[in-house]
C-alpha cells in the first residue's frame, strides 16, 4: 500500500473513532447520516468546482484564451462521476440540494483558501529558479564560454559555422524558446503552422561544432546545439542558433503523469514560465562568460494565430534593425531568393 492510500486510512479511522466517540451525534437515524453525508460532499464538490470554474473564467478573460479541450481536461472525472451519483441520490430520495450551512461553508472557504494565494505563488517560484539553476549550470556554462583548450566558446562556434556553412547569423545570440504550454518538441521547427506555404517557417540545419566534455561520471559526453534558418517566402532566408526550453519540456511531462506529481499540480504554468525566464536571466546576467549572449523566447503555442518564426524575426529586428542589410551583404551564395520554405534542402 503506498503513502497517500496509508494516509486515507489513517483519515478514515481517525474520522470513524470521532463519529462513535462523540457523544453529542445521534446515530440511530441512518436515513437523515446518509442525507446529511451526502449533501456536504456535494458541497465540498461544489466548492471545489466553484475554484476550477474561477480559474478557467480567468484564462478565459485575463489570457483571452479560448475554451479548448486542455481548459477542460482540468475537469476532475472521478469528482464529476461522484457530484452526479451525490445529486442522484438526494434526488431520488426528494431531499434538498442546498441549506443555510452550504454558504457559511462557502465563506469559510474563501477565508481559509487566502494564506495559500502567497504559497501557491513561493512554490512555482521555487520549481522556477530550480529549473533555471540546473540549465544554466548543466548546459549553458557547458556551450556558451570557452573553456580555454579544445573550445573557444559560442560567438566562435558561430563563426567557423558561419564560414563553414556559407551563411550569416545577423544576431550571435543562443535563442532559448519556452512555450506557454511548457511543451518542446525535438525540432522547433514541428511548431510551424501545420499546412501553410505563404507564412514564414522555422527548419532546422546541420548542428554547430558539437563539445565534448566528461561531467558527473560520464566522459566524453556531448553538448550541441541546432543551427535553424527562418525561410520567408520571396526573402532571403534568416540564420538564428536557438533550443527549446528543456527544462519547462520536463515540467511537462511530470505534470502530465498525475500520479506523480500532485505536489505541484496546481502551480500556474504561464507564471512558471515567467518565473524560470525572470530567475535565467538574472543569473546570466551575473556571469561574465555567458552574458549578453542569450535571448529568451515565450511563444503562446496554444494560439493558432501564433508563428513562431514571426515572434523569431521580431525580435531579430529589435536586437538588429539593420539584419536584412546584414543578410544581403555577407550572404553572396543566399543571392536567389527562395520561393517557397518546402523547396529547400537542409544546410
Known amino acids: 500500500m503506498d503513502q497517500n492510500k496509508q494516509i486515507y486510512c489513517f483519515k478514515v479511522l481517525l474520522v470513524a473513532g470521532i463519529a462513535f466517540g462523540s457523544r453529542s451525534l445521534e446515530l440511530s437515524n441512518?436515513?437523515?447520516?446518509?442525507?446529511?453525508?451526502?449533501?456536504?460532499?456535494?458541497?465540498?464538490?461544489?466548492?471545489?468546482?466553484?475554484?476550477?470554474?474561477?480559474?478557467?473564467?480567468?484564462?478565459?478573460?485575463?489570457?483571452?484564451?479560448?475554451?479548448?479541450?486542455?481548459?477542460?481536461?482540468?475537469v476532475n472525472v472521478n469528482h464529476a462521476g461522484m457530484f452526479a451519483a451525490v445529486a442522484g441520490f438526494l434526488l431520488f430520495n426528494e431531499q434538498t440540494f442546498i441549506d443555510k450551512s452550504f454558504f457559511f461553508i462557502l465563506i469559510a472557504t474563501v477565508v481559509?483558501?487566502?494564506?495559500?494565494?502567497?504559497?501557491?505563488?513561493?512554490?512555482?517560484?521555487?520549481?522556477?529558479?530550480?529549473?533555471?539553476?540546473?540549465?544554466?549550470?548543466?548546459?549553458?556554462?557547458?556551450?556558451?564560454?570557452s573553456d580555454g583548450a579544445k573550445f573557444f566558446g559560442f560567438l566562435e562556434n558561430m563563426r567557423v559555422y558561419e564560414d563553414r556553412q556559407g551563411v550569416v547569423f545577423p544576431v550571435r545570440k543562443l535563442f532559448i524558446v519556452a512555450t506557454k504550454s511548457l511543451y518542446s518538441p525535438p525540432q522547433l521547427e514541428d511548431l510551424?503552422?501545420?499546412?501553410?506555404?505563404?507564412?514564414?517557417?522555422?527548419?532546422?540545419?546541420?548542428?554547430?561544432?558539437?563539445?565534448?566534455?566528461?561531467?558527473?561520471?560520464?566522459?566524453?559526453?556531448?553538448?550541441?546545439?541546432?543551427?535553424?534558418?527562418?525561410?520567408?517566402?520571396?526573402?532571403?532566408?534568416?540564420?538564428?542558433?536557438?533550443?527549446?526550453?528543456?527544462?519547462?519540456?520536463?515540467?511537462?511531462?511530470?505534470?502530465?503523469?498525475?500520479?506523480l506529481s500532485q505536489e505541484i499540480a496546481g502551480i500556474n504554468r504561464e507564471?512558471?514560465?515567467?518565473?524560470?525566464?525572470?530567475?535565467?536571466?538574472?543569473?546570466?546576467?551575473?556571469?561574465?562568460?555567458?552574458?549578453?549572449?542569450?535571448?529568451?523566447?515565450?511563444?503562446?503555442d496554444t494560439d493558432r494565430d501564433q508563428n513562431l518564426a514571426d515572434v523569431l524575426l521580431n525580435r531579430i529586428r529589435e536586437l538588429e534593425p539593420n539584419f536584412e542589410e546584414i543578410i544581403a551583404q555577407r550572404s553572396p551564395r543566399r543571392?536567389?531568393?527562395?520561393?517557397?520554405?518546402a523547396a529547400h534542402a537542409r544546410v
Open 30 to 74: 441512518k436515513n437523515v447520516w446518509m442525507y446529511s453525508i451526502a449533501r456536504y460532499v456535494l458541497y465540498i464538490l461544489t466548492v471545489r468546482a466553484m475554484h476550477g470554474a474561477c480559474a478557467v473564467v480567468y484564462d478565459l478573460v485575463h489570457h483571452k484564451r479560448p475554451l479548448d479541450a486542455q481548459l477542460l481536461s482540468k
Open 112 to 145: 481559509t483558501k487566502f494564506p495559500e494565494i502567497e504559497k501557491k505563488k513561493k512554490d512555482s517560484l521555487n520549481y522556477a529558479v530550480w529549473m533555471a539553476c540546473s540549465y544554466f549550470e548543466g548546459y549553458l556554462v557547458h556551450i556558451l564560454p
Open 192 to 259: 510551424n503552422p501545420p499546412d501553410r506555404i505563404d507564412v514564414a517557417k522555422v527548419e532546422a540545419c546541420s548542428p554547430l561544432t558539437e563539445i565534448e566534455k566528461n561531467v558527473a561520471g560520464v566522459r566524453n559526453r556531448i553538448y550541441k546545439n541546432f543551427a535553424y534558418k527562418i525561410y520567408r517566402p520571396g526573402r532571403l532566408p534568416v540564420y538564428l542558433s536557438a533550443i527549446g526550453g528543456t527544462p519547462m519540456y520536463t515540467l511537462y511531462k511530470v505534470l502530465r503523469n498525475r500520479d
Open 271 to 300: 507564471e512558471t514560465v515567467s518565473d524560470f525566464f525572470k530567475a535565467l536571466r538574472s543569473i546570466i546576467a551575473k556571469s561574465p562568460e555567458c552574458r549578453d549572449k542569450c535571448e529568451l523566447i515565450y511563444f503562446d
Open 335 to 341: 543571392a536567389r531568393v527562395p520561393r517557397a520554405p
